[in-house]
């Protein structure tokens, strides 16, 4: 069931996943309080630009989609610039 949900998960609850993770591998290995690892980790550049990902114009499409897309997106790019690797 849960391998299911992760399947259909937003990216706005997938940048919440991260966000969230990352908040408590500060707590296991700090021994942070968690409010206080949310902050710590919401306030470095990664999590700005994270909470601005889940925030933005593509926070409710299926995160699976997205990222296939961002993928699709990148190597076009490469491909226009000439790069192959």
Sequence with gaps: MQQEQKKQQSVSEMVEEVLQRQAHYLVERNGMAL???RVSVASTEAGRQLRELGEG??????ARY??????FERATERVR???TT
């Design 35 to 37: 409010e206080e690892a």
């Design 57 to 62: 114009e593509h926070q409710h499409e299926e």
């Design 66 to 71: 997205w990222q296939a897309k961002l993928c």
């Design 81 to 83: 610039q000439g790069r």
